[in-house]
């Protein structure tokens, strides 16, 4: 997941990744990296990604996925498109 500390959006989805209130494709247990465009290292990573247009967003390997914050039960849901080249959601 690519976020940034002035991205006003970003710190409601940061928030609720770093207490766990998330889901990949419905499930629970995934392993999501958060990635500051901000810091040399997350800039260079979103370069080198190449597929970046804005934040906050989250990929699987090469493939974007849709975030969505549900309110109610104060989570973040990313829907993630089934492929082979799945790793690690960042």
Same mark, same amino acid.
């Given at each position: 997941?690519?976020?940034?500390?002035? &991205?006003?959006? &970003?710190?409601?989805?940061?928030?609720?990744?770093?207490?766990?209130?998330f889901l990949v494709n419905e499930e629970e247990g995934h392993e999501v990296?958060?990635?500051?465009?901000?810091?040399?290292?997350?800039?260079?990573?979103?370069?080198?990604?190449?597929?970046?247009?804005?934040?906050?967003?989250a990929y699987e390997g090469k493939r974007q996925c849709a975030i969505r914050?549900?309110?109610?039960?104060?989570?973040?849901?990313?829907? &993630?498109?089934?492929?082979?080249?799945?790793?690690?959601?960042?």
């Open positions: 997941m690519f976020v940034s500390e002035h &991205c006003t959006p &970003c710190q409601e989805v940061k928030r609720l990744l770093e207490n766990g209130d990296d958060l990635v500051d465009v901000e810091t040399e290292a997350g800039f260079a990573a979103m370069v080198k990604l190449g597929e970046v247009t804005g934040i906050p967003s914050v549900d309110e109610e039960d104060n989570l973040v849901i990313l829907e &993630c498109p089934n492929g082979a080249d799945k790793d690690k959601t960042t």
